[in-house]
Structures are given as structure tokens and as C-alpha cells.
């Protein structure tokens, strides 16, 4: 993985060849800069499926989400939360650790409880271990099924795209801790 360069900064070289050519016609410039990659062989995208559960844990001794923001308004809108969410494979925080969810979510809606998303799932385990994917979307909490897009990732989940569909599994109004559970669907090579 790491002998030669990523991927993606050839992809976006050989996505930037229109423009350059463009730019080149314009102004006659060489465009020495940019190597257009022939592949031998063509490489196939993958679409995987799998489940986790998000653990965002406010309260007690140890939280993984921290109100970093606080609301000047009464309805908490602008609030931001940092969370280094553990990410388990069942929706028990004992079952297996498989990364982290690492980033922060904003209140972004002054009519709902609407959040902006801003997060890198990062695996731990296996093959995995390493890799990240990027989800970036809207989730309004009390909807049963909020889906937000999976806009990138590294490593294994290179040139990921996708989306997940998040369902809250288990919601603690006393202490404000809730366990939800990620279906994630993404193509990737
Ligand atoms: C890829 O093919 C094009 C067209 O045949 C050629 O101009 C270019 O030099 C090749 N790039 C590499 C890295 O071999
Ligand atoms: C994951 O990778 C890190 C850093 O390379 C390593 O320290 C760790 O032991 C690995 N974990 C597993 C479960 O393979």
C-alpha cells in the first residue's frame, strides 16, 4: 500500500487533464506536470455491506462526545459535540471494538433536532485496520431511518462512495447516551 503513490492523488491528476488541456490551448503551455496513468488492467469496484453500532457516550466518568460548542439559543441550536465514538459489532458496548467514529456533530436546525454529521469511521481490526471511510449528511435523530452519504475513504476504502442508514437503537434520557446502529453500503476498490 504504501510503495507507490495514492491512488487518489493520480486520479485527481488525470480528473484535472480537461482542464489542463483547456488551460494548454489557452496558452500554449506545456502540461509536462501531469501523467495521465494507463491502467494493464482495468480496476473493479467493490460494493461492500456492513453493520456496526455508534456509541455516543456523554455521560459518566469516560465520555467519547464532548459538547465543545455551546447554544446561545434555548433550543440548543449551534451546539457541537466531539466524539471519538467506539464503533462495535454488536449493540452491546462489551461486544467487539471494530474503530472508532472520529469527528463532531453540530445541531443544525433551529425547527428539529436536525444534526450536520462530520465524522471518519476508523477501523481497528483485521484487514480493516487502518482504513477509514468519511460520512458527511444530515441526520434528524428522531426519524427512524436517517441516511447520510459516505463521500470518501482511504486505505481498503479508497475512492469510497456510498451511504449509510443510521437507526437509533437504544436512547438513555437520563444521561443522554445513545446507541444507534449504522447499516453502511459503499462501492470502493
Ligand atoms: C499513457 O498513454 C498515453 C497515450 O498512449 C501516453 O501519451 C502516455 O505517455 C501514457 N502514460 C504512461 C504513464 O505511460
Ligand atoms: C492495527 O494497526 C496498528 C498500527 O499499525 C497496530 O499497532 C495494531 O496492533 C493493529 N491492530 C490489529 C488488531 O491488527
Given at each position: 500500500?504504501?510503495?507507490?503513490?495514492?491512488?487518489?492523488?493520480?486520479?485527481?491528476?488525470?480528473?484535472?487533464?480537461?482542464?489542463?488541456?483547456i488551460?494548454c490551448?489557452?496558452?500554449?503551455?506545456?502540461?509536462?506536470?501531469?501523467?495521465?496513468?494507463?491502467?494493464s488492467?482495468?480496476?473493479?469496484?467493490?460494493?461492500?455491506?456492513?453493520?456496526?453500532?455508534?456509541?455516543?457516550?456523554?455521560?459518566?466518568?469516560?465520555?467519547?462526545?464532548?459538547?465543545?460548542?455551546?447554544?446561545?439559543?434555548?433550543?440548543?441550536?449551534?451546539?457541537?459535540?466531539?466524539?471519538?465514538?467506539?464503533?462495535?459489532?454488536?449493540?452491546?458496548?462489551?461486544?467487539?471494538?471494530?474503530?472508532?467514529?472520529?469527528?463532531?456533530?453540530?445541531?443544525?436546525?433551529?425547527?428539529?433536532?436536525?444534526?450536520?454529521?462530520?465524522?471518519?469511521?476508523?477501523?481497528?481490526?483485521?484487514?480493516?485496520?487502518?482504513?477509514?471511510?468519511?460520512?458527511?449528511?444530515?441526520?434528524?435523530?428522531?426519524?427512524?431511518?436517517?441516511?447520510?452519504?459516505?463521500?470518501?475513504?482511504?486505505?481498503?476504502?479508497?475512492?469510497?462512495?456510498?451511504?449509510?442508514?443510521a437507526?437509533?437503537?437504544?436512547?438513555?434520557?437520563?444521561?443522554?447516551?445513545?446507541?444507534?446502529?449504522?447499516?453502511?453500503?459503499?462501492?470502493?476498490?
Amino acid at each position: 500500500m504504501a510503495t507507490t503513490l495514492p491512488n487518489s492523488f493520480f486520479i485527481i491528476l488525470v480528473g484535472s487533464v480537461l482542464l489542463a488541456s483547456i488551460l494548454c490551448q489557452a496558452t500554449g503551455e506545456a502540461d509536462d506536470f501531469l501523467v495521465e496513468l494507463n491502467q494493464s488492467k482495468p480496476i473493479k469496484e467493490k460494493l461492500s455491506r456492513f453493520r456496526v453500532y455508534w456509541h455516543d457516550i456523554i455521560g459518566g466518568r469516560n465520555p467519547t462526545s464532548v459538547q465543545v460548542v455551546r447554544s446561545p439559543t434555548h433550543n440548543g441550536f449551534g451546539t457541537v459535540n466531539m466524539i471519538d465514538n467506539p464503533l462495535t459489532l454488536g449493540p452491546e458496548l462489551s461486544s467487539k471494538l471494530v474503530g472508532k467514529a472520529q469527528g463532531f456533530y453540530a445541531l443544525a436546525s433551529q425547527e428539529e433536532l436536525g444534526l450536520l454529521m462530520t465524522m471518519n469511521f476508523v477501523f481497528t481490526e483485521g484487514k480493516y485496520n487502518g482504513s477509514t471511510i468519511a460520512v458527511l449528511g444530515r441526520n434528524a435523530v428522531f426519524n427512524e431511518v436517517r441516511e447520510m452519504p459516505v463521500i470518501g475513504g482511504s486505505g481498503l476504502f479508497r475512492f469510497a462512495r456510498g451511504y449509510v442508514q443510521a437507526r437509533t437503537h437504544t436512547l438513555d434520557a437520563k444521561t443522554g447516551d445513545a446507541t444507534v446502529e449504522y447499516n453502511v453500503y459503499v462501492m470502493h476498490y
